[in-house]
Nanobody, 125 residues
Framework: QVQLVESGGGSVQAGGSMRLSCAASRLTSSSNCMGWFRQAPGKEREVVAHIYTGGGTTYYADSVKGRFTISQDNAKATVYLQMNSLKPEDSAMYYC??????????????????WGQGTQVTVSS
């Protein structure tokens, strides 16, 4: 069974930085869409960023573009989300998700196959 384990969440003041990690186990495909999503109380889940591990193509939501960076470490089977210039509106539960695929275009379909348990990010003003 594929397992995704997020870590690195916590509390930070506005303007600060935080790095989330997503460690994947038993993902047998060499090419995957790996995404970060978030959900704040009372709001729908939204995509933050995703990366196609088969080629490194990335996507960012407009709300985080220029502030967040998604990256991968294939040797460690880990995906990171570096978050800078954090704002209170970035506060949410952050989830890592994976979709094994040989088609990077499928990264934009957000019904990913596997999801982590989430890690809470709280940004205070």
């Amino acid at each position: 069974q594929v397992q995704l384990v997020e870590s690195g969440g916590g509390s930070v003041q506005a303007g600060g930085s935080m790095r989330l990690s997503c460690a994947a186990s038993r993902l047998t495909s060499s090419s995957n869409c790996m995404g970060w999503f978030r959900q704040a109380p009372g709001k729908e889940r939204e995509v933050v960023a995703h990366i196609y591990t088969g080629g490194g193509t990335t996507y960012y939501a407009d709300s985080v573009k220029g502030r967040f960076t998604i990256s991968q470490d294939n040797a460690k089977a880990t995906v990171y989300l570096q978050m800078n210039s954090l704002k209170p509106e970035d506060s949410a539960m952050y989830y890592c998700a994976a979709r094994p695929t040989d088609n990077r275009l499928r990264c934009s379909r957000y019904d990913y196959n596997y999801w982590g348990q989430g890690t809470q990010v709280t940004v205070s003003s």
